[in-house]
């Protein structure tokens, strides 16, 4: 599927709004192969190595997860299922695919995600996108999903309490375009167990008002030293210049393939002063 490259948002990245919230996962797929969308695939191992770190700080085996800005459940599909972001694109946008009706593809799925994937991850999602949330729900890729835009709504008691309990709060992209006002009600939600956040951030978007909201909690934040991980490539020579010049306007030098091939992010971890001092983020991650 071609991407429709000129129209641009308020922060100069190509609009692909119609394909955030389809009956199915087909056109998101079509169009992210394209751009050669792969940050889920880059966090997983970080992911994991978090996961590892906070067993072994706070003890147990299983895990709640809450992943804002779910989509389709990728991050789960990945973590909880074992699937890589190679195999989601041939499931959805290769090998037939756009011959299957809608109703066998949910049958399909629901044959492989349900009572599969690793038992001691439990996934809640939360995005706005009521139609992919539901895809993710109905085909138990997730194990809950919450429909809620948190920058403009307050999150009812119910969705609270499937995110209560929640040891990880992760994202990979929706940073910058969520903030403050979402983070500072998951936490509300999530913040009697001292959850660890765990935040892949586009370098075009601050994490600072972040670090502060959980600074005020007690928390401290860490970044990955000086790495970068690939999201997608550049959808047109407009939106490169519109993210170098966001870029400039933050102050932040483009680095390598970002100046020309690929929007790029970085990760942040914000945890209870505590569990940051016991275990460093530089003794949790493997050489990248």
């Known amino acids: 599927m071609a991407v429709e490259s000129s129209n641009l948002d308020k922060y100069g990245k190509v ?15 079509s169009t992210l192969n394209h751009l050669e969308y792969r940050i889920p695939q880059a966090a997983k191992p970080i992911f ?17 997860i809450a992943d804002i800005g779910c989509s389709y459940g990728v991050n789960a599909a990945l973590l909880k299922h074992h699937f890589d972001m190679k195999d989601l694109y041939h499931r959805y946008a290769g090998g037939g695919s756009e011959a299957i009706e809608r109703a066998g593809m949910i049958r399909r799925d629901r044959r492989d995600f349900s009572g599969g994937g690793d038992p001691s991850l439990e996934f809640v999602g939360v995005d706005q996108a009521a139609k992919a949330v539901a895809y993710a729900d109905e085909t138990d890729i997730l194990d809950h999903g919450i429909v809620a ?23 990979t ?52 030293g000086g790495r ?23 102050g932040v030098a483009a680095r390598g393939e970002e100046a020309s091939d690929w929007l790029c992010a970085e990760f942040f971890l914000s945890r209870p002063a505590a569990d940051a001092a016991r275990l460093p983020l530089a003794k949790i991650l493997s050489e990248g």
């Not at 119609?18 to 056109?27: L, M, Q, S």
């Not at 190595?49 to 895990?63: C, I, M, P, T």
């Not at 948190?150 to 309490?161: H, I, N, P, T, Y």
């Open 48 to 64: 994991e190595e978090v996961f590892a770190a906070y067993r072994l700080l706070r003890g147990g085996g299983e895990l709640k």
């Open 228 to 250: 970068l991980f690939r999201q997608r490539r550049y959808a047109s020579p407009a939106e490169r210049t519109e993210v170098m010049a966001r870029l400039r306007e933050r």
């Open 173 to 224: 992209g929706c940073v910058g375009y969520v903030g403050e006002r979402t983070f500072r009600q998951i936490f509300h939600a999530t913040g009697a167990g001292r959850p660890w956040f765990a935040n892949f951030v586009l370098r075009m978007f601050s994490f600072a008002p972040l670090e502060r909201l959980f600074a005020d909690k007690g928390y401290v934040t860490e970044k990955a």
């Open 149 to 171: 835009d948190l920058e403009s709504e307050v999150l009812d008691a119910e969705s609270a309490l499937a995110l209560s309990g929640s040891d990880l709060v992760i994202s």
């Open 15 to 29: 609009i692909l709004d119609d394909i955030y919230n389809e009956r199915d996962p087909r056109a998101y797929f």
